[in-house]
């Protein structure tokens, strides 16, 4: 008996439907993000090794799916290097911000500065598969490299606020800067663990405090170190309140009475960055969340995260500032900021609250039954015409009993049926019935412009 076919644990099958409903949703994104003067570009699924390894920090090192190399991979192992750098010289991409950093570098002679793009494809991460997480996902990253302008995080969260709005969701989006949290790390006395302090700390919100601060410890912060960042992790209030405290802590009002110039940078950062949200205006909620994170190492300024409000399920966009990406791969002092959109956890989201448009259900508008041949030959310059013109139109492709057809345009929800014999060859008329209304009228094939009209 043939073994039942099945996919990796962590991906998923696509049916018509359910890519109706994601391309509803890449559409949407990829609207807005031309609107701002994105343009499109891709990267191949796999990238060497040596482009991804050392970006995502330890644990996201862990998470990339590596490549076995063609041919026989085990010949010629050198048994006292280790195996794996020798049989695997590529990886899937883990996010597409590395791969697009590393095409900057690539192409920079021919991009001009500042290089706004978008890219709407697959990721693959060897994460554990659980509700809302995924070992294959599709991103759509939105970044501009080579401006310094805040200008720039404004936009992001323009469409941000934008994207949700046209897909009528309600979320909340999240703010920090890695500046501040190299503050933290500074004015608790352990600036050389800032890395390990950001990690603990963007586990927040899953972990609890207690945790958070038993995993600093853990690393080798004293009690005392995490004393002091224990009030900015409960700091609460309104951005103004926020900033002005954190302010106060960074110029040496904290326990360690120690001074960081760093972190006194990122709030002047995030204070001109809430001016200016203030002042565009935006409908979805914003907040300074000082616990706010994100793993990755090459974060260096504004951080953001997206939560959905009505829906259970983790953050669904995530981004920030990088400064120094492009320089490992030999182009220093090109700051970029860009944004990810996570297709799939928006997926769920929309799918969770039932915000996907019900016309999305089929995209045939029209389907001419088939009685016999001569009736075939008589309607497929008309639905050719129909198709010329932008209308969705399938034909049967046998002929057959008409319950038959009616219940595949039910299945279908095609809207229109048109069934034609030869009275209608005779007059030259096509017939079309309304299957929601039950509406049935007759139009001249050879001018279908009120045909349209009754289809649209």
């Known amino acids: 008996m043939a073994q039942k076919p099945s996919i990796p644990k962590g991906t998923r099958d696509f049916g018509q439907q359910e890519m109706a409903e994601r391309n509803y949703i890449f559409d949407t994104i990829r609207s807005v993000f031309r609107t701002y003067g994105y343009r499109q570009i891709e990267t191949p699924a796999m990238e060497n090794l040596s482009t991804l390894l050392g970006k995502y920090g330890d644990e996201g090192d862990k998470l990339l799916f590596r490549i076995l190399n063609s041919g026989d991979a085990f010949a010629g192992i050198d048994p006292d290097r280790p195996v794996v750098p020798q049989i695997c010289e590529k990886g899937l991409r883990y996010d597409l911000t590395v791969p697009f950093a590393r095409f900057v570098v690539q192409h920079q002679n021919e991009i001009s500065f500042p290089f706004k793009r978008f890219q709407i494809q697959p990721v693959w991460r060897a994460d554990r598969p659980q509700k809302g997480r995924y070992r294959e996902f599709y991103q759509c990253d939105v970044d501009v490299v080579g401006s310094r302008s805040q200008i720039n995080e404004l936009e992001l969260v323009q469409i941000v606020d934008r994207v949700f709005s046209l897909l009528d969701v309600r979320v909340l989006i999240k ?222 492709p046998d002929a057959g009993k008409l319950k038959k057809q009616f219940d595949y345009a039910a299945r279908k929800n095609i809207p229109f049926i048109s069934i034609n014999g030869t009275d209608e060859i005779a007059a030259g008329t096509v017939n079309v019935k309304n299957l929601i209304t039950g509406e049935q009228k007759a139009f001249p094939a050879a001018d279908p412009d009120a045909l349209l009209a009754f289809l649209a």
Do not use: H
């Not at 609460?236 to 954190?246: A, C, I, P, Q």
């Not at 019900?358 to 029209?366: E, I, P, Y």
């Open 175 to 396: 703010v920090n800067n890695r500046k501040v949290l190299t503050g933290f790390a500074e004015i608790c006395g352990f600036p050389e663990r800032v890395v390990d302090i950001t990690v603990a700390i963007d586990k927040l919100d899953k972990i609890g405090l207690e945790k958070v601060e038993e995993e600093m410890m853990d690393k080798g912060l004293s009690a005392e170190a995490v004393a002091v960042l224990r009030p900015i992790l409960l700091l609460s209030g309104s951005t103004e309140e926020k900033l002005s405290t954190m302010r106060g802590l960074m110029n040496g009002g904290s326990a360690s009475g120690i001074v960081s110039e760093t972190g006194l940078r990122g709030l002047d950062e995030l204070e001109e960055l809430f001016g200016l949200i203030a002042a565009a205006g935006i409908a979805q909620g914003v907040e300074i969340d000082l616990s706010l994170a994100r793993g990755l190492n090459y974060y260096t300024g504004a951080i953001f995260e997206v939560k959905a409000l009505d829906f259970p399920i983790g953050s669904i966009c995530g981004g920030g500032r990088y400064d120094n990406l492009t320089g490992i791969f030999g182009l220093p002092d090109l700051s970029g900021v860009g944004i990810s959109f996570g297709a799939d956890r928006i997926y769920d989201v929309l799918k969770g609250l039932g915000k996907f448009p019900a016309d999305l259900a089929t995209g045939t508008r029209l389907l001419f039954a088939v009685m016999g041949a001569e009736e075939l030959r008589y309607v497929l310059p008309l639905a050719r015409t129909l198709r010329e013109r932008g209308v969705s139109v399938e034909v049967w």
